[in-house]
């Protein structure tokens, strides 16, 4: 939700990775297991899609979304772009994060997205996109399951990103149980605070 806000207002194209490997799974029988398992792809898969998309890019800059998830892929990344970054921590307690992820609905006409429990993001008419009238989906990922073996690897593989990005002087943390657009409005203050 909110690389798309940012991306609207800053002219960015959004990279999320769980998007570029759902693309790739439809050839790929391994990454489509490891997805539907809620598991991590090997690191040299992922630094490949990120670069061959970062390389295609013919915009003002780009919002990572879902990467990097570990040290390697941060290390990695560190050597294929310049250290004109930030690193925005958005911050959220377990629980909010589940009811966030189990309540995301998606258009497959139109890509909007809802989340069901989130006030200022559900869909006029429950389960109808409010854009094209279309029926809302979830995705086949978005289980309890695999929400708390997603977590779980997190906190073990992701969250020594944290003290990497505070040594670079590159990481900024924003409050995320709050609504969404003042999540967006903290984010903004950070970024125009760094112009």
Do not use: W
Not at 36 to 64: A, H, M, P, Q
Not at 93 to 100: H, L, Y
């Amino acid at each position: 939700t909110q690389a798309k806000l940012l991306c609207e207002k800053y002219d960015l194209t959004h990279i999320s990775t769980g998007d570029l490997l759902r693309k790739a799974s439809k050839d790929n029988l391994e990454i489509q297991s490891k997805l539907n398992n809620g598991e991590f792809i090997d690191d040299s898969i992922i630094i490949n899609l990120i670069k061959d998309e970062v390389n295609s890019l013919k915009s003002n800059g780009f919002v990572l979304d879902g990467f990097p998830r570990n040290m390697e892929q941060a290390i990695l990344f560190d050597e294929i772009i310049n250290n004109d970054y930030l690193v925005i921590y958005i911050d959220l307690s377990r629980e909010i994060a589940r009811d966030r992820i189990l309540g995301r609905l998606y258009c497959p006409n139109c890509g909007a997205s809802y989340n069901e429990f989130v006030l200022d993001n559900k869909p006029e008419i429950q389960g109808v996109c409010d854009e094209c009238k279309s029926s809302l989906l979830r995705r086949n990922d978005d289980t309890v399951s695999i929400f708390e073996n997603r977590f779980d690897t997190y906190i073990n593989c992701t969250e020594p990103l944290l003290d990497y990005y505070k040594r670079k002087n590159k990481l900024y943390t924003v409050n995320g149980n709050q609504d969404t657009m003042k999540v967006f409005s903290d984010i903004v203050q950070i970024i125009e605070g760094e112009k």
